[in-house]
Antibody
């Protein structure tokens, strides 16, 4: 059974950094791209970014709203994906979801596995 | 960026009703569209992929149709457990984008 468990969320001041972790199990982690989404309180879903598998270069893509501030990485030996969030803003407050998307080559198609989410609150 | 316009934003219907939600893309996205259900406090769940394919294990009262710019999601007979917010999502181009969501309530 595929399981994705996020950790690392919490309260952080604007301008500070936070790193989220996503521990995966139930599949061969290194074979899959991993992606992060977020949902601000009472709002809709927003794609944050993703990292391809090593077979596709392990490259990353980001939403414009986080590009240059957020970094996605992976440790295939530990089956963990990371979301490093720097220069946090109040508008980054959201539940952050780790996902294992379906892909066709280098392209993400659908998101069929989601973690339970972890809340990040950016406030002074 | 592609824009996704989903309507209505909210919908109230009775058990047994046929419910329809639409999603319009600002440009041709072929059939690169998915539909998700999200219940309060839970992660989204994939219901329909590639515009019209039912995800394994999803009840057959859910269906999707459309291609190009106009897409429709239908619940043929609304059940109490279908109360949720529904989202469309395009994957023709980055950024991956969702519609604004449709909150479905029981009348």
């Amino acid at each position: 059974e595929v399981q994705l468990v996020e950790s690392g969320g919490g309260l952080v001041k604007p301008g500070r950094s936070l790193r989220l972790s996503c521990t995966a199990s139930g599949f061969t982690f290194g074979d899959y791209a991993m992606s992060w989404f977020r949902q601000a309180p009472g709002k809709g879903l927003e794609w944050v970014g993703f990292i391809r598998s090593k077979a596709y270069g392990g490259t990353t893509e980001y939403a414009a709203s986080v590009k240059g501030r957020f970094t996605i990485s992976r440790d295939d030996s530990k089956s963990i994906a990371y979301l490093q969030m720097n220069s946090l803003k109040t508008e980054d407050t959201a539940v952050y979801y780790c996902t294992r998307p379906r892909t066709r080559g280098v392209v993400i198609t659908a998101i069929d596995y989601w973690g339970q989410g972890t809340l990040v609150t950016v406030s002074s | 960026d592609i824009q996704m316009t989903q309507s209505p934003s909210s919908l109230s219907a009775s058990v047994g009703d046929r419910v329809t939600i639409t999603c319009q893309a600002s440009q041709d996205i072929s059939n690169y569209l998915n539909w998700y259900q999200q219940k309060p406090g839970k992660a989204p769940k994939l219901l329909i992929y590639d515009a019209s394919n039912l995800e394994t294990g999803v009840p057959s009262r859910f269906s999707g149709s459309g291609s190009g710019t106009d897409f429709t999601f239908t619940i043929s007979s609304l059940q109490p457990e279908d109360i949720a917010t529904y989202y469309c999502q395009q994957y023709d181009n980055l950024p991956l984008l969702f519609g604004q969501g449709t909150k479905l309530e029981i009348k």
